[in-house]
């Protein structure tokens, strides 16, 4: 296992990546799912195209990612509270 040293470049650079994806995208990070945004931006760092993974092989290792993997739907509080079905 190869172990890359962190340097000042190599951090304020996955900062800015988090940075304009937090500012540009979201707008918002709650403090609750802020360990979900850091692994998408660290994933997102870590296969980029100056490390040689073009869009193909990206999405590739990402749905290698979800394998095996559910998404669930939950119903929001309100939406419980009134009986309804979640169609609005």
Request: charged share 25%; proline share 1%.
């Amino acid at each position: 296992m190869c172990v890359a040293r962190s340097t000042p470049t190599l951090i304020e650079g996955f900062f800015s990546i988090l940075k304009r994806g937090v500012y540009g995208v979201y707008q918002h990070v709650s403090e609750e799912h802020l360990r979900r945004y850091l692994a998408e931006f660290d994933f997102r760092y870590n296969n980029r195209e100056v490390l040689g993974v073009d869009d193909s092989r990206r999405a590739q290792r990402a749905l290698r990612g979800v394998k095996g993997k559910r998404l669930t739907y939950q119903t929001t509080r309100r939406q419980a509270s009134q009986g309804q079905s979640g169609t609005a």
